[in-house]
């Protein structure tokens, strides 16, 4: 069954170091999205992305945070100057398509986890 | 703003016995999502539910969009060890086609 990938599975950086975190998604899915998940804490949505571009991000993703689609396969969250309140689970989704019920049926990557020390 | 409030936050299980979850909101969803999380891992998605009072199952998993499609409610009927990680409910961010808005998740443990 086709899934999605995530590397790395575990991510040790330094305060203000850049990190990019990558995702494989599901091959004929077209809409890809961030999650964060700090430890013991509920999921947070980051960022929607849909044909080259960002649909929707939420408050969390600020100037810090970018993302890119740069080969047809791979999708990555980039964080610029990593803070220690960025430890957290990084989840990757992807939905094949919008339908008129079937939006939010996303399939989750294992997570990277990103340690800021 | 919105808010998924689940309960209860943890619950101590016996193999083989029937467990009932909740979710509940200020606000009206017109999508109910049940994800498992187990440790280490993504979210699996179980169930989704998309019409109020709709009753649907996964095996022995059984999930219901409550009429006043404020709560939504996940029954899991004789217990096995793999049951155990967290569940959360998710529900679509108002005005959104995309964003996930999540409870807190309910953490299933088995007991010795």
């Known amino acids: 069954e086709p899934e999605v990938t995530q590397t790395p599975s575990h991510q040790v950086t330094q305060m203000g170091q850049e990190v990019i975190l990558r995702c494989v998604p599901i091959s004929n899915h077209l809409y890809f999205y961030w999650y964060r998940q700090i430890l013991g804490q509920k999921v947070e949505f980051l960022v929607s992305?849909?044909?080259?571009?960002?649909?929707?991000k939420s408050e969390i993703f600020d100037d810090q945070f970018s993302v890119e689609r740069p080969d047809g396969s791979n999708f990555t969250l980039k964080i610029r100057s990593t803070k220690l309140e960025d430890s957290a689970m990084y989840f990757c989704?992807?939905?094949?398509?919008?339908?008129?019920?079937?939006?939010?049926?996303?399939?989750f990557g294992p997570g990277t986890r990103l340690t800021v020390t | 703003g919105q808010q998924l409030n689940q309960s209860p936050q943890s619950m101590f299980i016996q193999e083989g016995e029937d467990v009932s979850m909740n979710c509940t909101s200020s606000s009206i969803f017109n999508t109910w999502l049940w994800y498992k999380q187990d440790p280490g891992e993504g979210p699996v998605l179980l169930i989704a539910?998309?019409?109020a009072g709709e009753l649907t199952s996964n095996g022995r998993l059984t999930a219901q969009f409550g009429i006043t499609r404020k709560d939504s409610f996940l029954n899991i009927s004789a217990s096995i060890p793999s049951d155990v990680g967290i569940y959360f409910c998710a529900g679509p961010y108002r005005d959104s086609n995309y964003q996930l808005i999540w409870g807190a998740g309910t953490k299933l443990i088995i007991k010795p």
């Open positions: 539910l998309y019409k």
């Open positions: 992305f849909y044909n080259n571009e960002i649909s929707e």
């Open positions: 989704a992807s939905l094949p398509t919008l339908g008129p019920t079937y939006n939010y049926e996303q399939y």
